[in-house]
């Protein structure tokens, strides 16, 4: 099995990850969304994924978040390093994650398209007692029902829509759109009046509609 870095690396990968949402959210005041989003950018988040020895063991968690926020903002933070004895669910869910990237040899994109920071932190509060196989295996059901929904449900679903509040926007009816997303019909081969009309109830242009076949 290929992990994204060293078992070896895996307890500093964990604990810096921690450490560094933790400095970033509750010492530094960011939205853990905005955090994350910005560490995707980063170049600190190619390092991790990459396992580069240099980032994850050796740089601190405070150090890690100092850099994503100087690079993307180009803010420096003025205060103090701050690593806290008592774990916080913005600790857990960084010392998750790094346990799962590694697991899994994935890229932290491919999970936060399925599922934001913010959502997956809300396990902390049944899973943060638990052998991190459990946070692994909820992690797998949500991915799994991400990657298998069709673009329009995803869409769909990320515009907050029910099928017949869909249905009503756009004019196009449920049965069609039920017929979509459940791949009964490929929307690849449906008229463009109907896929523009879809398009532009989830505003959304009607090439992000298309699967890829």
Not at 100 to 115: D, L, Q, T
Not at 160 to 167: E, G, K, R, T
Request: aromatic share 14%.
């Amino acid at each position: 099995m290929i992990h994204a870095y060293d078992r070896d690396y895996l307890y500093h990968a964990q604990n810096n990850l921690g450490h560094m949402v933790d400095f970033a959210v509750n010492t530094c005041d960011f939205d853990i969304n905005d955090f994350f989003y910005m560490f995707l950018a980063s170049n600190v988040c190619r390092q991790f994924e990459d396992g580069n020895p240099a980032y994850i063991v050796g740089k601190t968690g405070c150090e890690l978040a100092r850099l994503v926020i100087s690079e993307i903002k180009e803010q420096e933070i003025e205060e103090k390093d701050i690593m806290y004895i008592d774990r916080s669910p913005e600790y857990w869910l960084g010392w998750s994650l790094a346990h799962y990237v590694w697991e899994k040899n994935c890229r932290f994109n491919y999970i936060f398209r399925a599922v934001s920071p913010e959502n997956l932190m809300g396990m902390y509060y049944t899973l943060h007692e638990a052998d991190i196989s459990k946070f692994v295996i909820q992690v797998d059901v949500l991915l799994k029902e991400y990657y298998n929904q069709s673009m329009l449900a995803r869409l769909r679903t990320y515009a907050n829509l029910s099928q017949s509040m869909l249905a009503e926007k756009s004019g196009v009816s449920v049965r069609i759109i039920q017929s979509y997303e459940q791949k009964i019909r490929d929307i690849n081969k449906a008229q463009f009046s109907t896929v523009a009309k879809l398009a532009e109830a989830l505003e959304c242009n009607p090439i992000e509609l298309m699967e890829i076949i």
